[in-house]
């Protein structure tokens, strides 16, 4: 079953808040190999997940 870009930034996000599935993990991953944007998406999501954690530290 294939994911679409919209399922996909959902799961990204969910990511963030709560361990996914395994099979929600499988499932993202298959499609961030073959999208270019929801890549972008999850890295830039990433980084300012470790950017609002650094600033809650006080860094
Ligand atoms: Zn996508």
Do not use: V, Y
Request: charged share 25%.
């Amino acid at each position: 079953m294939k994911l679409s870009c919209r399922e996909a930034s959902r799961l990204i996000s969910a990511g963030m808040d709560r361990p996914l599935s395994a099979a929600e993990h499988i499932k993202l991953r298959m499609h961030l190999l073959l999208c270019g944007n929801c890549r972008e998406f999850s890295h830039q999501l990433t980084t300012l997940r470790q950017a609002a954690r650094k600033a809650g530290r006080g860094e």
